[in-house]
């Protein structure tokens, strides 16, 4: 199911009895997009995470300072917390 969310962002997945991401799904967000599992809404257990704002160039890597945000892609497990 495809829904909108509050904040408007959209959510293609499962939902709980309470009509929120819960199970597998995709949310695309302002910005960002997590496809995996979520629980109570959040992001929880194995997932993508993609940093849709951050578009590399042609850049020495080894000079890039990871602490800034110039990260495009985190794949591993979520806590819910």
Partial sequence: KKITLSNGDTYQGELS???IPHGNG??????????GSFV????????TLLNLRY???PVDYR?????KGYWTRFE???ENG
């Fill in 17 to 19: 009895s309470y009509g």
């Fill in 26 to 35: 995709i949310l695309d967000g302002k910005g960002y997009q997590y496809s």
């Fill in 40 to 47: 109570d809404g959040k992001f929880h257990g194995f997932g």
């Fill in 55 to 57: 578009r590399p160039s």
């Fill in 63 to 67: 000079c890039i300072d990871l602490s």
């Fill in 76 to 78: 591993g497990e979520f």
